[in-house]
């Protein structure tokens, strides 16, 4: 069955310092999203990718993440520099394009991210 | 200002009864409703969802209620068992801007046996 990847699973870091995300959609999916989740809270867009193009980031901290999807396959998204508050699990999801009626998202396993 | 509420932090269901989730959101242009199953350490799994031209959706043990007048959808899971302990997001979209979705915080439900 075909899933959405990502890597790495867990991450570690301390404040000041860069991390990066990886994102493979499942094959096909033009629409990529990238979610924040903050513990007790559920997940909220940070950016959306249809194909290599960001369509809506107007919730990514665009002083300090940065997203890409040079070749409207997979994804990375950066944090630098990375503060305590950045701790969260960050979620890929794709789906398909077109119409967002009967055609949901499908997420990966997430990055937990802990900053010190 | 949230848009999708789930009030309920927490629920508890024995196993074999009806476990029943609640969802309410505020803004009238959602018309398409998604409930997410989410394990520890897992991201979000698609469950079942509902156009607004529907107000019952049902799939094997799960069933997905709307009242648009109320605002309110609820999951429904009969019977209940306790592979069905996870935390389940209420999710809405619209068709307007880029048909993002909007997630609720979340309900913990635990089936004990």
């Known amino acids: 069955e075909a899933e959405v990847a990502q890597s790495p699973r867990y991450k570690i870091t301390e404040k000041s310092q860069a991390v990066a995300f990886w994102c493979d959609p499942i094959?096909?999916?033009?629409?990529l999203y990238w979610y924040r989740q903050i513990l007790g809270q559920g997940p909220e867009l940070l950016v959306q990718?249809?194909?290599?193009?960001?369509?809506?980031d107007s919730q990514l901290p665009k002083d300090r993440f940065s997203a890409e999807r040079l070749k409207g396959v997979d994804s990375t998204l950066k944090i630098q520099p990375a503060e305590l508050g950045d701790s969260a699990m960050y979620l890929c999801?794709?789906?398909?394009?077109?119409?967002?009626?009967?055609?949901?998202?499908?997420f990966g396993p997430g990055t937990r991210l802990t900053v010190l | 200002d949230q848009q999708v509420k789930q009030n309920s932090p927490s629920l508890s269901v024995q196993e074999g009864r009806i476990s029943i989730l609640n969802c309410d959101y505020t803004?009238?242009?959602?018309?398409?409703f998604l409930w997410y199953k989410k394990y520890p350490a897992e991201g979000p799994t698609f469950l079942i969802s509902?156009?607004?031209?529907?107000d019952k959706n049902e799939d094997g043990r799960f069933t997905v209620f709307l009242n648009k007048s109320a605002k309110h959808l609820s999951l429904h899971i009969v019977p209940s068992q306790p592979g069905d302990s996870a935390v389940y997001f209420c999710?809405?979209?619209?068709?307007?801007?880029?048909?993002?979705?909007?997630f609720g915080k979340g309900t913990m439900l635990l089936v004990s046996p």
């Open positions: 999801a794709s789906r398909l394009a077109g119409s967002y009626l009967g055609n949901e998202q499908f």
């Open positions: 094959s096909g999916h033009a629409t």
């Open positions: 990718f249809q194909d290599e193009s960001v369509v809506d």
């Open positions: 803004n009238s242009m959602f018309d398409y």
């Open positions: 509902i156009s607004s031209i529907k």
């Open positions: 999710a809405a979209s619209s068709n307007s801007g880029y048909s993002t979705l909007t």
